[in-house]
């Protein structure tokens, strides 16, 4: 059974940092993994997607790696600032049909 | 953003009565889904559907029937809500398989199960 691990699960940073948000799952043979972005009492946001033949995908500040093999990916956040703070979900296709295996999420807070 | 709306956006009702969640797309996208979102346990795929009148069952099925006879909505039904049914519902949409995988999802329904 695919199960999606997202460390760490909260994070509170200063303004300006770069940061890494870790996603790991448990069985490499994924069609694609998404990152969500969910502001409280609101509902997820795509930020990125990677297809399971490609290696990164980037979009902005935001920078998202993908290693199947080894069953991990990272977001890169670059030059963090407030309106970063969110929590960030991680979730794997799993069984076809496009179904989404989500994790936990990571709870991100950028201070001025 | 796509265009995806839920109704009713908040719910209060009793344990027991039937509940049905409606979700309603724009985009004319072929899949759909319904998520729970609980602490603890992330997002939850209760039930999908592939295209009109084809549905499937997700991993938290239990106590959910759903229903989908246009494109366009896909209905979540609660026969007899229970207190465990107590959630934050998601729908979303997506065109899998067209190369463009991405799933949108609409806004979200807070059900309160008394």
């Known amino acids: 059974k695919q199960e999606v691990t997202q460390i760490p699960a909260a994070l509170s940073v200063p303004e300006g940092e770069n940061l890494v948000l870790n996603c790991s799952f448990t069985?490499?043979?994924?069609?694609?993994l998404q990152w969500f972005r969910q502001d409280p009492g609101k509902g997820l946001t795509s930020l990125l997607l990677i297809q399971s033949s490609q290696r990164e995908q980037t979009s902005g500040r935001l920078n998202a790696s993908l290693d199947k093999s080894s069953g991990r990916s990272t977001l890169y956040i670059a030059a963090s600032q407030p309106g970063d703070s969110a929590t960030y979900l991680c979730?794997?296709?799993?069984?076809?049909?496009?179904?989404?295996?989500f994790g936990a999420g990571t709870r991100l807070a950028v201070h001025p | 953003d796509a265009g995806i709306t839920q109704s009713p956006r908040h719910k209060v009702t009793e344990t027991g009565t039937p509940v049905t969640l409606r979700c309603h797309q724009t985009?004319?996208?072929?899949?759909m889904y319904w998520y729970r979102q609980d602490p603890g346990h992330g997002l939850r795929l209760i039930h999908y559907?592939?295209?009109?009148?084809?549905?499937d069952k997700g991993e938290v099925s239990d106590g959910y029937s759903v229903s989908r006879s246009k494109t366009e909505d896909f209905l979540l039904t609660l026969e007899s809500a229970t207190s465990s049914q107590t959630s934050v519902y998601f729908c979303?949409?997506?065109?899998?398989?067209?190369?463009?995988?991405?799933?949108?999802f609409g806004p979200g329904t807070r059900l309160t199960v008394l």
């Open positions: 069985d490499s043979a994924i069609y694609n």
């Open positions: 985009e004319n996208h072929r899949y």
């Open positions: 979730a794997v296709t799993s069984g076809g049909y496009n179904k989404l295996i």
């Open positions: 979303a949409i997506s065109e899998y398989g067209t190369g463009v995988d991405e799933q949108f």
């Open positions: 559907s592939y295209g009109v009148k084809d549905t």
